[in-house]
């Protein structure tokens, strides 16, 4: 079984602030994904990363995905109430032929106060 | 574009009464179909897994099962409910460049 790890598992912080998130693996995995819940909704994916080094850009949030493809960095630049959710990391490997399936990580629950 | 649909967003059973929660899929043929549970807004633990028609995976040993009657309909089902069962249901859809989960149930047993 492969594992994700996710720290923190909790961040409180201001608006304005800057955060970073972080998965990591013991395993390699052919992509790894974040993605964003609200409460009572399904996870909406932000971004998937598949090369090894390769970094992200979206408006406020950079990801990286670690040159050895087990690990993987989330950075908000001045955070944002709207920034406030559930963050979930999730590796992809193939399985079983043509089955694609991830494995989440807890996630981090992250609270920007105004 | 492709959608996802799945319901009800909120359930209430007794415990040992059956269960069936659907979803369907639009916009896409063929689609590797997935069911989550999601404990106290954590982390995502995969039920089943689906990649056709009469397809099902189990991941974990449990009180439910999982049936895919047709090409974007999968329905997770159980003769009779435990309190463990609780929890919040996802059912996605994936492709290469991530999961499409739908808006989630949320199950009470009492």
């Known amino acids: 079984t492969q594992l994700l790890e996710q720290s923190p598992q909790f961040l409180s912080i201001q608006e304005g602030e800057n955060l970073t998130v972080y998965c990591n693996s013991s395993s390699v995995f052919s992509s790894l994904q974040w993605y964003r819940q609200e409460p009572g909704e399904g996870p909406v994916l932000l971004v998937t990363?598949?090369?090894?080094?390769e970094v992200k850009k979206l408006k406020r949030l950079t990801f990286q995905f670690g040159d050895a493809r087990k690990d993987s960095s989330l950075h908000i630049t001045a955070a944002q109430p709207g920034d406030t959710g559930l963050y979930l990391c999730a590796g992809g490997r193939i399985s079983g032929g043509s089955n694609y399936k991830l494995t989440f990580g807890k996630g981090t629950l992250l609270t920007v106060n105004p | 574009s492709q959608t996802i649909h799945q319901w009800p967003a909120t359930l209430v059973q007794p415990v040992g009464s059956p269960l069936s929660l659907e979803c369907t899929v639009e916009?896409?043929?063929?689609?590797?179909l997935y069911w989550y549970r999601q404990a106290a807004g954590r982390g995502l633990q995969l039920l089943f897994y689906s990649v056709g028609i009469g397809q099902i995976s189990s991941e974990v040993p449990q009180n439910l099962s999982a049936s895919r009657p047709q090409d974007r309909q999968f329905i997770l089902s159980s003769k009779k409910l435990l309190l463990s069962d609780s929890g919040f249901y996802l059912c996605?859809?994936?492709?290469?460049?991530?999961?499409?989960f739908g808006s989630g149930t949320r199950l009470t047993v009492v």
């Open positions: 916009g896409t043929s063929n689609p590797n």
């Open positions: 996605a859809w994936s492709s290469w460049l991530g999961y499409t």
């Open positions: 990363v598949v090369t090894g080094g």
